[in-house]
């Protein structure tokens, strides 16, 4: 029996009126397990990484832009319409955007189309566990007999990389009898499997150039790419049908599983896995809680170590992978706020396995190879979400045995000294870094130039430190009654908390210091950095001193979006992060908005506040902004990594960002 195109748990947009620009402003998602994914606007392609399917083959890295679009006609006697929007170097063209009526998203992105011809639902699917992609096509309504041809474009790429010319790589396919087989000497043991039942296939290799991807023009990169087709897919139409055209990525010893591939019993595997995601996450018949919850698990992956699937948390589609600093940023709002504790038990043992030096690693290789260890407070922030998962799962039997040990090896090793000179200082602070490092997470550099140098003891650092101190000294003396790890901890952490207020604090400025340099210097830049001395469940501040610290966050650095990395009055403030890449990363930090920062800075706002009615309406005004951004721009049930710092407060940066849906989940959480 055929499934119905859509399921309760869908959201839908009107689009009628859209203009062409907002219409390409807005973009579509689709994710699997093996970090592989499908996105777009709503009228094509603006972005190198835009593509119907990018594979994952050794999941979650390696990724493979394999499909970049179909070009879909229509065509009716006279009567020829292109489906498809494309622009070229030098030309826009498609008739897409002047049909399109509306867009929906539940388990796959359904567009509805009404054309004189016939009213068209397009629909399309990401497999959850393996690389294949299915395009549904459903005519209702046929007025008179019709050609519905279907062109693929393919890529077969490096997602990051750009086709320039038919000399970066030579493409074949061969017709099988699984469907058409289609591969690149640039891509090794995988193949392209393209086939449609309901189709016959013309042959008709080809070169298409000048394909342009407007937003890859505006960040300096390169733009212009040459995508490759077969030929042409057919049906011939003269009553109502559903078309379906598949796309797979995989080797030749998968290629017969690949073909025979069910969208009915994919589709309805798709919705049985939502229905039980959302029936364990606590959504409670809220709508938006729900879409939340389903937007966490777009960024939920697994990545194989030791030969065993392990969870991990993908940072950001369309360009990251999984990086320990947003990873465990995320972890508390995309896992343990939804109930799925054993997923974040897997998370938190997949990047305690890669432990080095009491590090763990800031991110894994974009290609597999061996993982980056140059930050300071990734280790901090597993950690933190270490003991958030111990607090509510009171699983003290596992977290001893494989969570504990990483924390006191992290916890040992920064307090005697690792990698980057990181060490306790005789104050019980935590300092670490040079000239030439950039350990936090304002690391934006480019050219050798280290645009925010935070080098010494941050802000943000130490409290996290003195968070992580607190945490272990609550468990030794609460879980495990080991009087000498309890003092041990109570000692340091009381150091720490004297030392933090008369380093960081100045009563006649009425802030943190944002760094304290080796040399004693301190930066007074009002940047959000200190709101985590206040919204981390353990704070070395009194009350009132924290009231402070969120009145001047609010005043200076709030926006509708998340809070500025740097105040308006400041000399080096940007405005806007745009063009080139110096260009972008000198502004990424001073002044950007930054969406995952609105979490913790609600939390602050709660917690100075004893968690008061008044203070919880003040909070459900401040996300309201966000909360529209997730439901109607930008990506469609996401959110984006950063906006400019200036009004109107464009989204840019990846465009949909793990720690940013992590904070609005956990901030809407919070005001309900």
Not at 231 to 237: C, D, L, N, S
């Given at each position: 029996m055929a499934v119905k195109d859509k399921c309760n748990d869908a959201h839908s947009i009107e689009l009628s009126r859209h203009t062409l620009d907002q219409l390409r402003s807005k973009e579509w998602l689709l994710t699997n397990s093996r970090g592989s994914f499908a996105s777009s606007t709503f009228a094509g392609n603006t972005r190198r990484y835009h593509s119907l399917l990018t594979a994952s083959t050794t999941p979650p890295a390696n990724r493979v832009l394999a499909l970049s679009n179909v070009v879909e006609t229509i065509s009716s006697g006279d009567e020829n319409i292109t489906l498809?929007?494309?622009?070229?170097?030098?030309?826009?063209?498609?008739?897409?955007?002047?049909?399109?009526k509306s867009f929906t998203k539940d388990v796959g992105v359904h567009f509805e189309y009404n054309i004189k011809l016939a009213k068209l639902t397009k629909s399309i699917y990401l497999l959850p566990e393996i690389d294949a992609v299915a395009i549904r096509y459903k005519f209702r309504e046929v007025v008179k007999p019709l050609e519905f041809a279907i062109c693929p474009l393919v890529g077969l790429r490096d997602f990051h990389s750009l086709n320039s010319s038919p000399q970066d790589c030579e493409i074949f396919s061969s017709w099988q009898d699984e469907g058409l087989v289609v591969s690149s000497d640039k891509i090794h043991?995988?193949?392209?499997?393209?086939?449609?039942?309901?189709?016959?296939?013309?042959?008709?290799?080809?070169?298409?150039?000048?394909?342009?991807?407007?937003?890859?023009?505006?960040?300096?990169?390169?733009?212009?790419?040459?995508?490759?087709?077969?030929?042409?897919?057919?049906?011939?139409?003269?009553?109502?049908?559903?078309?379906?055209?598949?796309?797979?990525v995989g080797d030749v010893c998968n290629r017969k599983e690949l073909s025979t591939l069910d969208l009915d019993i994919s589709v309805t595997d798709l919705k049985l896995r939502q229905k039980e995601m959302l029936k364990n996450s606590q959504a409670s018949g809220d709508k938006i809680l729900g879409l939340l919850n389903i937007a966490a698990e777009e960024f939920i992956i697994e990545r194989e170590i030791d030969n065993k699937k392990r969870k991990s948390i993908l940072a950001g589609y369309p360009w990251f992978l999984d990086w320990g600093r947003d990873t465990f940023i995320s972890l508390p709002g995309l896992l343990l706020e939804r109930g799925k504790f054993e997923d974040a038990y897997s998370v938190l043992e997949t990047f305690a396995q890669a432990v080095s030096e009491g590090m763990i690693p800031n991110r894994f290789d974009d290609f597999g190879g061996k993982p980056h260890y140059n930050s300071i407070d990734a280790s901090l922030w597993f950690i933190d979400a270490g003991f958030k998962y111990h607090h509510l799962t009171r699983d003290t039997k596992r977290f001893k045995a494989n969570i504990l040990p990483c924390i006191l090896e992290i916890i040992d090793s920064y307090k005697n000294g690792t990698r980057f000179g990181i060490h306790c200082d005789s104050d019980g602070l935590l300092m670490g870094g040079s000239q030439k490092t950039q350990l936090t997470w304002m690391d934006a550099k480019c050219d050798?130039?280290?645009?925010?140098?935070?080098?010494?003891?941050?802000?943000?650092?130490?409290?996290?430190?003195?968070?992580?101190?607190?945490?272990?000294n609550e468990f030794y003396s609460s879980y495990d009654t080991n009087i000498n790890a309890h003092k041990k901890f109570k000692d340091m952490a009381d150091l720490v908390e004297e030392s933090f207020l008369s380093n960081f604090w100045d009563e006649g400025i009425g802030y943190l210091a944002d760094c304290i340099f080796p040399d004693g210097r301190k930066d007074f830049s009002i940047r959000p950095n200190q709101i985590f001395a206040v919204s981390l469940p353990f704070s070395p501040l009194p009350t009132h001193i924290q009231l402070e610290i969120v009145n001047v966050v609010k005043n200076e650095l709030l926006t509708p979006y998340g809070l500025r990395s740097l105040a308006q009055s400041d000399k080096n403030y940007r405005t806007s992060y745009s063009g080139s890449q110096f260009q972008r990363d000198s502004a990424y930090h001073q002044g950007t908005v930054w969406a995952y920062l609105i979490g913790p800075f609600i939390e602050a706002l709660l917690r100075s506040n004893n968690f008061s009615t008044q203070s919880k309406v003040c909070a459900k005004e401040i996300i309201a902004p966000l909360l529209k951004h997730f439901l109607e721009d930008g990506c469609i049930t996401s959110v984006s990594e950063i906006f400019d710092a200036d009004e109107p407060h464009k989204p840019r940066g990846c465009f949909a960002q793990a720690w940013s849906v992590a904070a609005l989940l956990q901030a809407y959480k919070l005001t309900r």
């Open positions: 498809t929007n494309i622009e070229f170097a030098r030309a826009f063209t498609g008739d897409g955007h002047r049909f399109l043991g995988k193949e392209l499997l393209l086939r449609s039942e309901d189709m016959w296939f013309e042959s008709g290799e080809d070169w298409w150039y000048d394909f342009h991807y407007c937003l890859d023009a505006k960040r300096g990169q390169d733009s212009c790419e040459a995508l490759w087709t077969p030929g042409v897919f057919k049906r011939e139409i003269d009553f109502d049908c559903e078309i379906v055209f598949w796309a797979s050798g130039v280290t645009f925010t140098p935070r080098y010494g003891k941050a802000v943000e650092i130490n409290a996290l430190w003195y968070n992580g101190l607190c945490c272990c």
